[in-house]
């Protein structure tokens, strides 16, 4: 029996931030990711490209060959957006039970991605998002870019399970499915019971997380049709005051 896909509970732009306060987490549509930014759908399109080639990840302690991903940090100031020497990856093992407190070396966003224009538009919106939560400053920036696949049968997004990242806002952009069943989004309060749970279908659907307040997974994907590889992408983007996790 598949899992129901639940609807996404998009909220409107002019309700982001109130519904970030309120709830730890806000779901905007791609409608309004496009207004937003402002961005059109071929820009948003030549970015996408970048993920079909994407190195796999050497680091998965399940020994699992679903995951692709790059890596690469910015500091975000205002509407200044400046690239940072290529660094490890690292978080504590608080944050991440599974790869915490490893060094994680991915490979780097191509220069071709990082000259796109929508590309510092994307982190500076963000910047004014998690300014408007928590006051502005210079934020340090983790840019993911991931493919989970099919290639072992199933994928995990979030192999580590629920989890908090150690940061001041994560951002998930969907940007695409294909032939996959499950990989369904589950929020939950960090300090209480209260949860959502809904599917993500449509490309470039952005959840916001207040990651003092919410914890968050994806549940594992798995192919539609037997014997045919699916793959389910994202950007995943995360905002941290005073520094990098690791300095």
């Not at 059109?40 to 990840?57: F, G, I, K, R, V």
């Not at 939950?188 to 003092?212: H, I, M, N, V, Y």
């Not at 983007?237 to 690791?246: A, H, I, V």
Request: glycine letters at 8%; a negative charge; one cysteine or more.
């Amino acid at each position: 029996m598949s899992t129901p896909a639940f609807d996404p509970p998009y909220v409107s732009l002019d309700q982001r931030d109130s519904t970030l306060r309120r709830s730890g987490y806000a779901l905007l549509s791609p409608d309004d990711v496009c207004r937003w930014l402002p961005a059109t759908e071929p820009e948003l399109t030549s970015l996408h490209q970048a993920w079909e080639d994407l190195p796999p990840d050497a680091y998965l302690k399940d020994g699992g060959r679903y995951r692709r991903r790059r890596h690469s940090c910015f500091v975000v100031d205002g509407d200044r957006v400046a690239s940072t020497p290529h660094r490890a990856h690292w978080q504590p093992l608080e944050y991440n039970a599974l790869h915490g407190g490893m060094q994680r070396w991915f490979e780097p966003m191509q220069p071709q991605t990082l000259a796109l224009p929508v590309w510092d538009r994307i982190l500076v919106r963000l910047g004014e998002a998690v300014s408007s939560l928590h006051g502005a400053r210079p934020w340090f920036v983790e840019a993911h870019p991931f493919r989970i696949d099919t290639t072992d049968g199933i994928g995990r997004p979030t192999p580590e399970g629920a989890h908090r990242d150690g940061v001041d806002l994560v951002a998930v952009f969907m940007l695409g499915r294909h032939a996959i069943k499950g990989g369904e989004s589950r929020v939950f309060e960090a300090e209480g019971p209260a949860g959502q749970r809904f599917t993500l279908l449509r490309p470039w659907s952005l959840l916001l997380l207040d990651d003092a307040r919410v914890i968050h997974e994806t549940t594992p994907i798995q192919p539609l049709v037997a014997g045919e590889l699916g793959w389910r992408d994202t950007l995943v983007l995360t905002y941290r005051r005073d520094g990098f996790q690791g300095d």
